[in-house]
């Protein structure tokens, strides 16, 4: 026993790990009771056993194990960390304690298991089970299928999760042990009682025999909902729910509540591993279903069905398989294999749920035509497979295609298609089936229900039935309202059968809970539920109660019945209450309010308010009115005040100054007090006794005003008419409704009580005194403003000469529109109150309308009337209609209960006898105004009928019915009328006056619409018909209803529902579909507010013109109006167009000689576009071929057929060639007369004439070169450009004919291509004729040769693309040609062009062959020409900028590539300023081509049209409000001509609206990121920087200021300039090409913006100024190095130079300066040191050592000597030679300090020379030594150079002015005149710029926003005039180049704003943004000038093209 004490003393944990199983076993035990007895559960000694617990689950000794089993079952129910135990732990349980032979070993694993679960570690705990499942053990298998079991069964299938079990179950089932299977069985048994059938697909693979058995316990497991009973740790709330209701004793029914809760509903599919099948179909599969025995087919067939039974396949394409099987189902002769493809389908659909929803909409209509089949194994397949389809989509899917089979005509059909739609609706909840679904299929199954066969019928009823079941009554009913009784409880005899899908659980526990009100349930409920009602209840009441208490308890001062309506009007206002945050008072007693009053008023004042002094009074009236308006509204006892004054004398006050101060202080203490209803009820009375008063009535009306704006008009208004008739006086009563008329105006009509005033305006109208008469009739023609026709109602049986007197003050106010409520806003609709007041003042006319009293006259329709109306002799139902005509005109205004007598009228509408039917329609038309907006609920059954009769024969029936129509139609509105199939059915009728009438309506009244209901559609198909109905009017109603139906369903819609038209019908159909796109009205726009806003009108005004446009035109006004020239008033409205164009098509049945009146070409508005677009779309061919094949000819054909008349189509597609030249003939013939037409057709023209080139007839080529030259001409002269589709489907054909061996045609095809460049770039041309220069044919090469060289002679180089040196490179290679006409035209084209371009041409063609070049050399030297200026053509090349860009030659011509197509043109004018100068563009286009082409004959024309508008400098500019178009979306859709869309994205960016400005920046960011586009920007990114510098100055200065507006947006904004920044610098090459000026104002911006505190107060404001460093840091990277540096040197000088300038800023440019230089050994060799030295000299300059040193930090002098250490140590000795653009280098301390820096750094490295300072002399004597030549030599080298030409004129520039006496002549002499002219010209430029930029210094920092003077403009003309070569006033003589050098001026780098006030939209920009800009325009950059051009003649002109060609200008005008 020795050892036994031993083990005894050690501690329980140890005891737990001894080797003796009796210390185990009794270390167990006392951890046992350890266990029971901790309380904390976190308390540190449970982590001492954590490593241990397995250890007790384990225990090799059977007895200690029993014991650790119930120590570690009290461990995992009581520790905290038990959790971190459950992996080992249940394992050990497994393997170790289920193979026990005990059985309470056994039992107690399994609660540990279950314990774990209930500690929320139920996941792995099932992983161990299931592991324990492949144990080989058979013991241990079955413990885990019982503990898997017990847990289910406690806790439920939400917490144990079934899909593995379920997985390994059928494998169990397979066990040979019994026990096994049997365990397995209960564990089946258990899952079914969860799930049910769920469990049946996983196990129908099992044994028969156990599926047997199974389904036999199955049927025995009890059909009430399973509960979960044990709770996991964080479901207690559950468990005590639970708990109580056992308690109570209600069983598990009782918890109806959580049932949904309880058991989650389990998906067998989700159960269930997926099948791939498509791998395993046949090999041969496509073939043999395709094969022509059907045994093979069948074959194909069952192999699927195999594949498909898997009930779960993986998701694939299944798209071929499912067309083949709907190939099968569709077209199939054998209805076997129908049957068996249907059971594929419904396999596939099974297998892949929502997967299969994409193949269903092409599935269901196959399969619902087949229906037609009547065996029942083929219509059973079919059901199932639809049915298997449905569930794997929507309904509102499917219900187009379903609905389209409805009426079909057999009945099977029909019936199955109302059967499947019982179904389907079956597995709709409410939700899902909404109204606008029901309503169609209602409609439909109606139809069914009255079908003449029984079965569709009863198909029909349970169908109905079923939506009635799943929809309820209340969404059904409005659509069963004309069923009759019998049929209506058929319905819902059939809905009572009806079995839901959805419903059948929550319907259960409905009922249980309507049948029980147990105590469990109402226990439950009391408490919290009741409470919180009446709660609420209470508080609601509260304030009302208080409300009308305190305002009917106001002591009458006069009269009772003023009282009575106080009273009345605090109850009716009480709702509105609480919305309008009324201040509620209680009325204070007379002493409280002299205490209040004594505490605010001075004592005298209280004193002498009651004196016998009259002036006293007024006296006292004066101080307190001092008092008052001193007061803080918070410290104002408004009551009291008015109390005091209310005192005696009170109102009846003799004196009438006192009495108007009086009523002033009324008037003050409303408005600067918290004025109550209780203090207006105080004073309101004595206000309205002296309204009438002659001295106070104004003061009177004003206080009534004030008082009204404080307590609400409506309230106020009722108060004061009802005391001012509640006495005698006429005065104030006709005062009063004079005030209240003013105040209507003043607050809007929102919210007043009609009745009550139209009740005292009667009294009014009564009254003997005409004052009061007249007053009353002004105020109704105040409410007609608000209330409209309907308010005369109310006073139809007034005396007949007051009517009139009414009639005539209503006619008055007829056109007006009520005013805009200017008072009454601030208290009730504080936020957006205007919509709010609109939609009210909209309602109001409905309003006035219920409240006429009306009349019931249904006791009036008996029986015996009906019958009358019924009556089989026709004269006995006149006498019923009579008296229902007597009744109505005794009834005026009735209810909408009229009986049968809606059945009875219905029946007369298709009278035999017209005249009753007349009478019928006349009594309904009464009937609608008699039952204002009532009369909806008999449209149905009364309005269609009516319909019905506009089919009548007779004109005037239809007339009449088309009145009532419109009388019904303007009481219920239009959605009645087009809900539901009836329209569409009317429509379907083909009777000719029905349609014509119907859609002429429907065209009158869908325009006004804003929205429709989507039934509409149902009408389209029958519109198509209509369009080809063989009734000529028809069609042309059609026609006009068709852009209105378009307008509301969208084109996309309509060209869908074409898919059902025959094919020939389906082409004429969309081609008028496109033809009405381009005439498609706008939705209206809701009813549009004359708000307050709009006061200045500056903008609207300006927009007049257009507007008589945009009325007939809709939308498309710009792009379709007609040529300005021919624009008639109102200019051709789109009826005129249509019924022009209609004439000829409508009418095919005219004589042949009629048929050819009218014009040859129609106008399609917008036609031509729309091609374009489809032809960009690649929706149609394009134009491209060798020869034309007939579908090209074909598609040609199908495009003319709309804008072409018919009778010359068919002489232009004859097959006969006299046709063709009959055709060319007519077209010459209408060319003059109808230019329009031709224009806009004329892509389709030249199309035509192409294919005639490809005609081996001569005389119809030679037709057609003549109709081509006058075609030509006339567009010239017509200024019209062809776009890009015209010319490339047009020239490449016209070019092949140059190459025809006759030489007439060439001459003719040379003259042609000639008048081209008229109306075509020649730059655009050239491409074209190169490419032509590839040809076979040598007479073509030759031709094309020649004429490239007469373009080059024309036009100069600037023709040459894509550049002169490939070009060039190009025509070379001719020179080698086999042909010598070829070689000829090569040499004599190449001499051309070196008589333009001299020299520079041997470098551009690179190298030749030996033999070529000394032929070429030869050649030149032969043709001996001096290079002289090439001749201006005569012919002017017009750029298509000449067009006037003013608003209202909308209907410009499309320029070349649209370049300013009208689109853009309506962009821009409609854009962010054109309002104030619509017509200014023009003018300040800088129109080289222009000026180049003009020989000098028109010399004033240019000054003239500036000066005209010189005037508008000096006007005020008034700041219109931005109204800015969104950019169009794409930058593809605007134009082909990329350059000019991208400038006017870019000009977009810097838009003051910060959504336009967003818009552009995304498209930019678009292109950018897109890698193929992203080379577009090159050319512009200057522009883009300056842009987008400009939009953050302006954010700066004018968004970040602006209150109101959103500063997420500002954020927005900066988020996207950052982010289009970044992207643009990612990219190197782009980049590179931003300006040194650009850069510096870049940077300025940026850092800038890290500066602003505002923005660092934003809520993204850190994230902004993250991303602007990112962005820096990406500048100072990818920039070009030299301007990077260049830009920031110069910056941080301008930074210290300014005083204003923060230190930070500087500190910040020079940190930037630090990253540079640290970037420098890897830069330095792409850097311009020259620059960066001259840069650096500069600053030394300005900065000599002894200023930087003054500076407060010494940071300024540290980075200029780290730069220049840095230059030194990388560049040694050889820095010294890049000082060559310092002109004088004693200037600065420059150069001593580089030599200083050298010196050092040799002394250091010990190399130092001997002499280094006489090297450094030597190095800085160079410079002077050097021969002149040589630096001059240099320089001219860099102007020749087209890179360096810019840098080389500023070189010889600055060199000039240094060595004034430096000869260049010997220089410029050996040059063409050309080169000279351009360094002349090239000089003053940088003369004129340089000087200028002197000249207007002081203006450069207006940044500050003082005004800008004329002065300044004026300045700024000046230099532009002087840049142009325009005389100043003095009219000087030009000084002579060499003077203009001699003037010094200090080389600044120019700000790139300069470059942006060539821009016409600078002039357009408010002055407001001017102030945002620095002003130094005359700086303007000849970069600047090539930015704004965007000459879209050639994209990429560069600036060097541009200045030759001013050069030539000059030269050519000397």
């Given at each position: ?1973 620095d002003l130094d325009c005359n700086q303007t950059h000849s970069s600047g000038i090539g930015t704004t051009l965007a000459s879209p003649s050639s994209a990429a002109a560069n600036i060097d093209d541009l200045k030759k060609r001013l050069e030539r200008i000059k030269s050519s005008r000397k």
């Open positions: 026993m020795g050892d036994d004490s031993e083990w005894m003393k050690l501690p329980i944990d140890q005891k737990c790990e001894h080797k003796l199983w009796k210390a185990r076993l009794n270390g167990y035990e006392e951890a046992l009771k350890l266990f029971q007895k901790i309380d904390d559960e976190k308390s540190p000694e449970w982590s001492k056993y954590l490593g241990l617990i397995k250890k007790f689950v384990t225990d090799s000794n059977a007895v200690a194990q029993l014991k650790g089993l119930e120590a570690a079952l009290a461990y995992v129910e009581n520790a905290h960390v038990a959790g971190k135990t459950t992996g080992e732990v249940a394992s050990g349980v497994v393997n170790k304690v289920f193979n026990q032979p005990k059985a309470r070993a056994k039992e107690l694993g399994l609660d540990i298991c279950l314990m774990y679960i209930e500690i929320e570690k139920g996941e792995a705990i099932q992983e161990e089970l299931l592991k324990g499942l492949d144990n080989k053990n058979p013991k241990i298998i079955v413990a885990c299928i019982e503990t898997l079991r017990r847990a289910l069964s406690e806790f439920g299938s939400k917490i144990i999760s079934l899909k593995p079990i379920i997985k390994v179950l059928p494998k169990l089932f397979e066990s040979r042990e019994k026990a096994v299977r049997d365990e397995a069985k209960l564990l089946a048994v258990e899952i079914y009682r969860w799930i049910r059938d769920a469990l049946r697909p996983p196990l129908q693979n099992i044994n028969s025999v156990q599926l047997k058995e199974l389904e036999e316990e199955w049927i025995k497991v009890s059909s009430a909902v399973p509960r979960q009973t044990r709770f996991l740790r964080s479901q207690q709330e559950l468990k005590a729910k639970f708990e109580q209701q056992q308690a109570v004793g209600g069983d598990a029914d009782g918890g109806g509540d959580d049932e949904e809760e309880t058991v989650p509903q389990v998906d067998a599919y989700e159960l269930l591993e997926a099948v791939e099948i498509l791998s395993k179909l046949p090999k041969d599969f496509y073939e043999k279903i395709e094969a022509k025995k059907w045994q093979e087919r069948k074959e194909a067939l069952e192999a699927v069905e195999l594949l498909v039974k898997n009930p779960k396949l993986e998701s694939g394409d299944y798209a071929d398989l499912v067309k083949v099987l709907k190939k099968v189902v569709g077209k199939d002769t054998n209805v076997m294999l129908v049957a068996l493809a249907a059971k594929c389908l419904a396999g596939l659909a099974t297998g892949l749920r929502k997967k299969f929803g994409q193949y269903a909409g092409h599935v269901v209509p196959t399969i619902l035509e087949k229906f037609k089949e009547k065996k029942p194994q083929v219509v059973q397949a079919l059901q199932e497979a639809i049915d298997a389809i449905f569930l794997t989509t929507t309904l509102q899917n499917l219900s187009e295609d379903i609905l389209a089979v409805m009426d079909n005509k057999n009945p099977t059909i029909k019936q199955q298609t109302s059967l499947f739609i019982a179904r389907s609706f079956r597995h709709c909840t409410p939700s899902t089936l909404p109204k606008s679904l029901l309503k169609p299929f209602c409609a439909a199954l109606l139809k069914h229900i009255n079908d003449s066969a029984p079965e569709v019928r009863d198909a029909g009823f349970e169908a109905l039935g079923t939506a009635l079941k799943v929809a309820g009554e209340k969404a059904v009913n409005p659509f069963l309202a004309d069923v009759d009784k019998l049929k209506l409880d058929r319905i819902k005899e059939c809905a009572e059968k009806v079995e839901l899908v959805y419903g059948k659980k929550t319907g259960g526990a409905a009922e249980k809970r309507e049948g029980k009100p147990v105590a469990g349930k109402t226990a439950a409920l009391p408490g919290p539920g009741a409470d919180k009602e009446t709660k609420d209840a209470a508080t609601k009441a509260g304030p009302l109660k208080k409300a009308s208490a305190v305002k009917s308890g106001v002591p009458p001062k006069k009269g009772k019945p003023a009282t009575a309506a106080g009273a009345g009007g605090a109850g009716a206002k009480g709702k509105k209450g609480p919305e309008t945050k009324e201040i509620f008072e209680s009325e204070l007693s007379m002493e409280v309010c002299e205490e209040k009053a004594a505490a605010v008023l001075p004592a005298s004042c209280i004193q002498q308010l009651d004196s016998g002094n009259w002036k006293e009074r007024l006296a006292c009236m004066e101080e307190f009115q001092k008092a008052v308006e001193l007061m803080e509204r918070s410290e104002m006892p408004c009551q009291a005040l008015v109390r005091m004054l209310a005192k005696k004398p009170g109102w009846k006050e003799t004196n009438f100054q006192v009495m108007q101060m009086k009523l002033h202080i009324v008037a003050l203490i409303a408005q600067k007090g918290n004025f109550s209803k209780t203090s207006a009820q105080v004073v309101l009375d004595g206000l309205v006794d002296k309204v009438g008063d002659v001295k106070c009535g104004s003061n009177a009306k004003e206080a009534m005003t004030a008082i009204a704006e404080a307590c609400q008009l409506p309230w106020t208004a009722e108060q004061v008419v009802a005391m001012a008739f509640s006495q005698k006086n006429p005065k104030n009563q006709s005062e009063t409704l004079n005030w209240l008329s003013n105040a209507i105006k003043e607050f809007g009509f929102s919210g007043l009580n009609v009745k009550a005033f139209i009740s005292n305006v009667k009294t009014a109208l009564a009254a003997t005194n005409p004052a009061v008469r007249t007053s009353a009739i002004t105020l109704l023609g105040v409410m007609y403003l608000y209330v409209g026709p309907p308010l005369r109602m109310f006073f139809e049986d007034e005396k007949p000469a007051l009517l009139s007197q009414i009639d005539a003050e209503f006619e008055k106010m007829q056109g007006q529109t009520a005013p805009t409520p200017t008072r009454g806003i601030s208290r009730h609709s504080a936020g957006g109150g205007d919509d709010g007041e609109e939609e009210e003042q909209e309602e109001v006319g409905n309003d006035v309308v219920d409240l006429l009293p009306r009349t019931d006259i249904g006791d009036k329709i008996t029986a015996e009337l009906v019958s009358k109306i019924g009556d089989k002799n026709w004269k006995i139902r006149k006498e019923g209609l009579d008296e229902v005509t007597s009744i109505l005109n005794e009834a005026k205004f009735i209810h909408p209960n009229i009986g049968e007598l809606p059945a009875a009228l219905k029946n007369r509408l298709n009278d035999s006898n017209k005249i009753l039917v007349q009478q019928t329609l006349s009594i309904l038309q009464q009937l609608a105004t008699a039952m204002g907006p009532n009369i909806k609920q008999h449209v149905k059954n009364l309005g269609i009928p009516v319909i019905t009769v506009l089919g009548d024969s007779k004109n005037n029936v239809r007339a009449a019915a088309l009145a009532t129509v419109n009388a019904w139609a303007e009481q219920t509105g239009m959605k009645e009328w087009l809900e539901g199939e009836d329209l569409s059915e009317e429509l379907k009728k083909e009777n000719p006056f029905l349609r014509q009438e119907l859609l002429g309506w429907l065209a009158e009244k869908l325009p006004t619409l804003r929205s429709v209901p989507s039934d509409l559609l149902l009408c389209v198909p029958h519109l198509y018909s209509c369009l080809e109905d063989r009734n000529g009017d028809v069609r042309k109603k059609a026609q006009d209803a068709l852009p209105f139906f378009m307008m509301h369903l969208g084109f996309e819609k309509m060209a869908k529902a074409t898919g059902k038209l025959k094919p020939t019908s389906k082409d004429q159909v969309l081609a008028m579909l496109e033809k009405a796109k381009a005439n498609m009205p706008a939705k209206p726009a809701p009813p549009a507010k004359s708000s307050s806003r709009v006061v200045g009108g500056t903008a609207p005004a300006k927009f007049q013109p257009g507007s008589a446009f945009a009325d007939d035109l809709g939308s498309n006004t710009m792009e379709s109006k007609p040529d300005p020239k021919k624009a008639k008033a109102g200019g051709l409205s789109s009826k005129t167009k249509g019924v022009q164009g209609k004439k000829v098509l409508s009418k095919p049945n005219l004589k042949e000689d009629d048929d050819k009146s009218g014009p040859i070409f129609i106008i399609v508005p917008n036609g031509k576009e729309q091609r374009m677009k489809e032809e960009k779309g690649l929706k149609v061919l394009k134009w491209n071929f060798t020869t034309p094949r007939d579908e090209y000819i074909e598609q040609l054909k199908t495009q003319m057929s709309t804008c072409v008349a018919k009778w010359l189509q068919d002489e232009m597609f004859h097959a006969d060639f006299q046709h063709h030249n009959k055709a060319l003939a007519v077209m010459i013939e209408h060319l003059e007369s109808e230019k329009d037409g031709v224009i806009s057709c004329l892509d389709l023209i030249l199309k035509w004439l192409t294919l005639r080139f490809f005609d081996t007839n001569t005389s119809v080529l030679m037709k057609t070169l003549e109709y081509l030259k006058l075609l030509f001409n006339m567009l010239s002269q017509e200024e019209y450009h062809l776009t890009e589709n015209e010319a490339s489907s047009f020239i490449p054909y016209l070019i092949l004919k140059v190459g025809e061996p006759k030489d007439v045609i060439r001459k003719d095809v040379r003259a042609i291509l000639n008048r081209m460049c008229l109306i075509y770039p020649a730059s655009k041309m050239f491409p074209f004729i190169m490419e032509g220069t590839k040809s076979k044919n040598s007479k073509q090469r030759a031709e094309c040769l020649e004429e490239l060289g007469c373009l080059v002679e024309s036009y100069g180089m600037n023709v040459c693309q894509p550049t002169p040196g490939k070009a060039l490179k190009e025509m070379a290679t001719h020179i080698g040609d086999r042909d010598n006409t070829v070689r000829n035209a090569a040499l004599n084209t190449i001499v051309t062009v070196y008589n333009v371009h001299g020299d520079q041409v041997f470098k551009l063609i690179g190298n030749l062959s030996e033999k070529d070049m000394s032929m070429l050399e030869e050649r030149i030297k032969r043709s001996a020409k001096r290079p002289s200026v090439a001749p201006v053509r005569q012919a002017e090349e017009k750029p298509q900028r000449t067009q006037n860009i003013s608003a209202n030659a909308g209907m410009m011509r499309k320029g070349p590539a649209e370049d300013m197509s009208s689109k853009l043109n309506q962009n821009r004018n409609m854009g962010s300023h054109s309002e104030t100068t619509h017509t200014v563009p023009r003018e300040f286009q800088l129109d080289l081509d222009e000026i180049e082409n003009d020989n000098g004959t028109v010399r004033c024309e240019m000054p003239a049209l500036v000066q005209h508008k010189l005037d508008d400098i000096f006007e005020p500019v008034l700041i219109p409000e931005p109204k800015i178009r969104a950019v169009s979306p794409h930058f593809d859709d605007m134009h082909s001509n990329t350059a000019s869309t991208i400038n006017f994205v870019i000009s977009q960016v810097a838009s003051g609206d910060i959504n336009t400005s967003i818009q552009a920046l995304t498209q930019i960011d678009e292109v950018l990121k897109q890698e193929d586009k992203a080379e577009a920007m090159s050319g512009h990114i200057d522009q883009f920087l300056i842009a987008t510098f400009m939009q953050l100055r302006l954010i700066y200065n004018t968004h970040m200021a602006d209150e109101k507006l959103d500063k997420d947006e500002i954020v927005r904004l900066y988020s996207c300039i950052i982010g289009s920044m970044i992207t643009l610098f990612q990219i190197e090459s782009l980049a590179r090409e931003a300006s040194t000026g650009v850069l510096k104002d870049l940077m300025h911006g940026l850092i800038t913006l890290m500066l602003d505190s505002r923005v660092e107060d934003l809520e993204e404001g850190e994230q902004v100024i993250r991303s602007v460093n990112l962005l820096v840091v990406k500048v100072l990277e990818k920039s070009d190095q030299t301007n990077i540096l260049s830009a920031l040197l110069v910056l941080l000088q301008d930074s210290l130079l300014a005083t204003a300038s923060s230190p930070k800023f500087s500190e910040l440019v020079m940190k930037c300066l630090w990253r540079m230089v640290r970037l420098l050994p890897e830069t330095i060799n792409s850097i311009n040191l020259d620059r960066i030295l001259l840069d650096i000299h500069i600053f030394m300059k300005v900065f000599p050592k002894e200023k930087l040193k003054q500076c407060k930090s010494d940071f300024p002098i540290r980075t200029l000597k780290t730069l220049l250490h840095t230059l030194c140590k990388l560049k040694g000795p050889k820095i010294l030679d890049h000082l060559t653009m310092i002109d004088n280098k004693n200037e600065s301390e420059l150069e001593a300090h580089l030599c200083r820096v050298m010196k050092h750094s040799m002394d250091q490295s010990g190399k130092a020379d001997k002499d280094t300072e006489k090297g450094a002399s030597r190095i800085e004597e160079k410079a002077s030594k050097a021969k002149v030549n040589d630096i001059l030599a240099e320089i001219f080298k860099k102007i020749g150079s087209k890179e360096n030409t810019k840098e080389g004129l500023a070189e010889l520039y600055e060199y000039k002015k240094k060595y004034s006496d430096a000869d260049i002549e010997p220089f410029l002499k050996n040059s063409s005149q050309f080169f000279q002219s351009y360094v002349e010209r090239g000089l003053r430029l940088i003369e004129t710029e340089r000087e200028g930029k002197g000249r207007i210094a002081p203006s450069t920092g207006n940044t500050n926003g003082e005004e800008v003077g004329p002065s300044v403009y004026l300045e700024r003309l000046k230099i532009l005039r002087q840049r142009c070569g325009l005389d100043n006033a003095k009219q000087e003589d030009r000084p002579p180049l060499t003077s203009l050098l001699s003037k010094p001026t200090l080389p600044t780098v120019a700000s790139s704003t300069d470059m942006l006030h060539s821009k016409l939209s600078q002039l357009r920009e408010s002055r407001e943004q001017y102030q945002h800009l």
